[in-house]
Every structure is written in structure tokens, then in C-alpha cells.
Antibody, heavy 121, light 106 residues
Framework: QLQLQESGPGLVKPSETLSLTCTVS??????????WAWVRQPPGKELESIGA???????FYNPSLKSRVTISVDTSKNQFSLKMRSVSAADTSVYYC?????????????WGQGSLVTVSS | DIQMTQSPSTLSASIGDRVIITCRAS??????LAWYQQKPGKAPILLIY???TLESGVPPRFSGGGSGTEFTLTISSLQPDDFATYFC?????????FGPGTKVDL
């Protein structure tokens, strides 16, 4: 069974770059049956998809965030990462990494426990 | 974007009750709709995908239905472990959007 674990700073200053990494265990990130995704949830609010990446490096993003976000994959480390530039208080959220299926089955079966990132000076 | 709404936003229920949560989409996601359960401080758990397919290991008291732009999650007999918030999600079109959630409490 896949396990996902987020890691990264819990506090980021406004206008700086948020960086998170998700480490995958219990399986290979090169598994062709999954995309690797980031989802966030502001405190007390609904979930928001950020984007996802395939092990080949092919990625897609939420158009509302695309200009500020990059998702990358490192197959040698079984990790994928999120970088979000020019953050503001509105980006304060719990950030989850998760799997998506393929061939239209883009529901999320496996999730990390979540990482709270606060944007504040 | 496909906008998702849910009703009710909060639902008060008792053990053994039949509970129905409704999710509406601004455009049809076809059957590309999932339901998740989330408890405070925890990651979501997938319950239903493709509108009506029960994820492995999820109790059969959960069921999903609907088509077009209106979908339902039914809990046939509410159990103590079911008090949580439930979200729907469409995954037909990027961005994959979630509903605002329905909190089920006593």
C-alpha cells in the first residue's frame, strides 16, 4: 500500500517561495498507474486542486495557480515537489500530496497526512 | 471551471438514520465524480468514485448515485464513525473541483 509524506517549512514569508516535497513509500513513483498531485485546503475551507505530474515529468496545473506553481518529480528519490512563488496570506493552507489515477480515473485514493504552511512575516 | 455545490451544509442526524447528501455541478461531469470523508485534522478518505463505485474496504452502508448534474451520497444507517465532513469532487475537467462540504453531526 502506498504511503505519502509531505515535508517542508511550516512558515513562509509573503512574496517568497513555498517549497514542499512528498516522499512516496510502499511503491514506485514510476508506477504508470498514477499521477502525483498536490491539493490544498485553507483552514475551515474546501479543498482546491493545485496540479499533478506523471513520472515522465508531464504536468498539468489549476489554471488559477499555473503562473505561480511548478511541480517536479525525482524518480531516483521517489519524490515529487511543489514550488509556489510570490505567496501571500491567501496561500496559507494545509497542503496534501495525493495520487490520481490515469485514463480518466483522476480520483485520489492515497493521501499524505497534510502539511500546514502559514504565510506570515 | 465546473462549480460544485452541496446540500445541506450541515446535517444533524442520529445513529441508525438514513442520510442523503446532494452534490450539484454547474456542468455535467459525466460519471467522473467522487465522494470523500474527512475528519478534523485528517486527510480525506475516498469512499465512492465514478459516481457509484464503492472503494474497496469502504462499508456497504455508503452508496453513491445520480447522473447529469445531480449526485447523491447515501449512508443507509449512520454509525458513530460516520460523523465527519463529506466532500464531492468532479474530475472530468481540470481544475478538478470540490464541493464545499457537508458536515454530519449529532
Amino acid at each position: 500500500q502506498l504511503q505519502l509524506q509531505e515535508s517542508g517549512p511550516g512558515l513562509v514569508k509573503p512574496s517568497e517561495t513555498l517549497s514542499l516535497t512528498c516522499t512516496v513509500s510502499g511503491g514506485s513513483i514510476s508506477n504508470p498507474n498514477y499521477y502525483w498531485a498536490w491539493v490544498r485546503q485553507p483552514p475551515g475551507k474546501e479543498l482546491e486542486s493545485i496540479g499533478a505530474i506523471y513520472y515522465t515529468g508531464s504536468a498539468f496545473y489549476n489554471p488559477s495557480l499555473k503562473s505561480r506553481v511548478t511541480i517536479s518529480v525525482d524518480t531516483s528519490k521517489n519524490q515529487f515537489s511543489l514550488k509556489m512563488r510570490s505567496v501571500s496570506a491567501a496561500d496559507t493552507s494545509v497542503y496534501y500530496c495525493a495520487t490520481l489515477g490515469t485514463s480518466g480515473n483522476y480520483h485520489s485514493l492515497y493521501w499524505g497526512q497534510g502539511s500546514l504552511v502559514t504565510v506570515s512575516s | 471551471d465546473i462549480q460544485m455545490t452541496q446540500s445541506p451544509s450541515t446535517l444533524s442526524a442520529s445513529i441508525g438514520d438514513r442520510v442523503i447528501i446532494t452534490c450539484r455541478a454547474s456542468q455535467s461531469p459525466d460519471s467522473w465524480l467522487a465522494w470523500y470523508q474527512q475528519k478534523p485534522g485528517k486527510a480525506p478518505i475516498l469512499l465512492i468514485y465514478k459516481a457509484s463505485t464503492l472503494e474497496s474496504g469502504v462499508p456497504p452502508r455508503f452508496s453513491g448515485g445520480g447522473s447529469g448534474t445531480e449526485f447523491t451520497l447515501t449512508i443507509s444507517s449512520l454509525q458513530p464513525d460516520d460523523f465527519a465532513t463529506y466532500f464531492c469532487q468532479q474530475y472530468k475537467t481540470n481544475p478538478f473541483t470540490f464541493g464545499p462540504g457537508t458536515k454530519v453531526d449529532l
